[in-house]
């Protein structure tokens, strides 16, 4: 009978407890750790996430930066630079008509407009930020930018614009292949050795993924005034802003917590998107344009073959490039792979330390796991809404924040 009564208590109290969880929040959805972790070999404990709507009625929300206050400055596509406070306000800052400071040479064409967004690594001492744009500034023809600006305490306005990086190839006409303003690139982050790492994308031109002269199709390093990085070993010739090159269009780069090894994420053309660890002067293997023999449209190869036997022109061509840097993962199927970051902190559980990859076609978060030689070891999908994921970022609080092409920012809270 005693057991009895003790079992019914220990039912009750469960009942309670979830009934408690479910309703804590009418704005948060709770999800189960994914069953899969151990079916693919991984014993660590995945976490339970809480995904919170942050942000909702934005206009494509491109990027996201924290700065140490807690402050969250977000860009939109066509809007520009906008803040939202700690306290929860929200602020324009630097854009189209509406901000604080209008940016007149920025425009939104195709996939292009303001992206990428990074917080200068002493910005507590010099309120510095830097966004990554398309400007007309430079008529003929236009170009992609980096520009640097400092925001005033209550993040209320922007001044000092400096142009830093000024020369980035912009796709100004469109093509057989799409419209202008495609793959631009943009994605840009401070690495843990103090120098501004830039993504830049190959504009549909055969061409730009191999010519060490221009700076499209590559990854660039950089110092805060937009100089090489010293130690860039960018190949004899080469622009020495050039950190990696013969990229597609790389829209994720994450430094590992431990190693500080770059990664990027980069989707592939209808096959090989790809997760890579950077290696100065690595030359990334794309190389679209036709082999002699080969014709294509426009002379870009990209979604057919450069080869004469007409198999299909790959992301990394280790024939034509043997030492060209291996990816440690590869989707046979392209899906959109875009924005990437690690995880951090003993809150993530088992997945502290992996890398995060949202993939924008099919619409979902993977977790990968890394060995101690950077290897890949094992994958998970986080289970989250069904959204096209366009940035993602762990803020201060070690949350994750994930901007969606549907207007939103989520806050996914470990538990």
Same mark, same amino acid.
């Given at each position: ?62 990027? $996201? ?48 407009? $303001? ?10 001492? /010099? ?44 796709? /100004? ?24 790492? %830039? ?27 937009? /100089? ?46 790809e997760v890579t660890p950077l290696v100065a002067g690595g030359n990334g293997g794309w190389d679209p344009k036709p082999e002699a023999g080969v014709s294509c449209a426009d002379n870009y190869c990209g979604y057919i073959s450069n080869k004469p036997d007409g198999t299909p022109t790959p992301m990394t061509d ?6 060209? $840097? ?5 989707? #046979? ?22 890398? %995060? ?13 890394? #060995? ?44």
């Amino acid at each position: 009978m005693q057991r009895t009564a003790i079992l019914f208590i220990s039912i009750m109290l469960f009942i309670a407890i979830g009934a408690f969880s479910q309703n804590r929040s009418a704005h948060a959805q709770t999800v189960e750790k994914p069953p899969n972790e151990r079916a693919q070999g991984i014993s660590l404990t995945a976490p339970t996430l809480v995904r919170t709507d942050f942000m909702s009625g934005l206009d494509s929300p491109w990027d $996201m930066a924290f700065t140490p206050d807690g402050a969250m400055l977000f860009t939109e596509k066509c809007r520009g630079l906008a803040v939202r406070r700690a306290n929860g306000s929200t602020a324009r800052l630097f854009g189209t008509s509406g901000a604080a400071v209008m940016a007149s040479d920025l425009f939104c064409e195709g996939q292009s407009g $303001m992206h990428g967004v990074a917080i200068d690594p002493d910005f507590d001492n /010099n309120r510095t930020l830097y966004v990554y744009m398309p400007s007309n500034l430079s008529t003929n023809p236009w170009t992609n930018r980096v520009v640097r600006l400092t925001v005033d305490s209550d993040y209320t306005t922007v001044a000092n614009r400096l142009d830093i990086i000024t020369d980035i190839p912009y796709k /100004n006409v469109g093509n057989s292949w799409s419209g202008a303003g495609a793959h631009s690139g943009g994605r840009i982050r401070f690495g843990p050795d103090g120098f501004l790492y %830039v993504t830049t994308g190959d504009n549909h031109n055969g061409l730009l993924p191999q010519d060490l002269t221009q700076l499209g199709g590559k990854v660039l390093r950089v110092d805060r005034h937009g /100089n090489a990085a010293p130690d860039n070993n960018t190949p004899a010739g080469g622009d020495p802003r050039i950190f990696t090159y013969g990229h597609r269009n790389v829209q994720g780069i994450a430094f590992h917590p431990t190693t500080g090894q770059p990664y990027i994420a980069e989707h592939g053309p209808g096959h090989s998107d790809e997760v890579t660890p950077l290696v100065a002067g690595g030359n990334g293997g794309w190389d679209p344009k036709p082999e002699a023999g080969v014709s294509c449209a426009d002379n870009y190869c990209g979604y057919i073959s450069n080869k004469p036997d007409g198999t299909p022109t790959p992301m990394t061509d280790t024939t034509k490039f043997p030492n060209a $840097m291996r990816p440690i993962l590869v989707l #046979d199927n392209s899906q959109g792979m875009g924005p990437c970051t690690f995880l951090t902190g003993s809150q993530w559980e088992g997945w502290n330390g992996r890398l %995060v990859v949202g993939i924008m076609a099919t619409q979902r978060l993977d977790v990968l796991q890394l #060995d101690s030689r950077g290897v890949l070891v094992g994958t998970t999908t986080a289970d989250l809404p069904v959204e096209r994921i366009r940035s993602v970022v762990q803020g201060p609080d070690g949350n994750l924040y994930v901007a969606t092409d549907g207007g939103e920012i989520w806050q996914v809270t470990p538990q």
